[in-house]
């Protein structure tokens, strides 16, 4: 898997991080989500997009990352939005019942409202 983060200044959320994780997220993998979730959320933007468009497969270990960084980014007064999930991910995430703990956008774009 690789991440990749970016910083929006100009976007509807205001500041935006943008954390891009590609391929899958297992428990082999998720490390590496968390630090750069953690990193992203350290840094203090107006909000945390998790854009998702690239994750094929997603286990219990990367679920727990996402609901640990949504826990911190509120604790934190940050907005976190997962963007842009394909069906098999969104299908874990509702089997869980975790697609209405999340706020949830259909792509990177639509999350940032640009």
């Not at 911190?72 to 940050?78: E, M, R, S, T």
């Not at 963007?83 to 999350?111: I, P, Q, Y």
């Amino acid at each position: 898997m690789q991440v990749t983060a970016e910083i929006l200044e100009n976007t509807a959320l205001g500041r935006a991080a943008v954390v891009t994780p590609d391929g899958e997220v297992d428990m082999h993998e998720s490390p590496r989500l968390r630090s750069a979730l953690m990193d992203a959320i350290a840094g203090r933007p107006a909000a945390v997009v998790v854009d998702l468009a690239g994750v094929t497969f997603i286990d219990s270990s990367g679920v727990a990352t996402l609901v640990e960084a949504m826990k911190l980014a509120k604790a934190a007064g940050l907005t976190l939005v997962l963007a842009g999930m394909n069906d098999k991910v969104r299908d874990v995430f509702a089997l869980a019942r975790l697609d209405n703990f999340f706020r949830l956008a259909g792509s990177r774009r639509e999350a940032l409202g640009v």
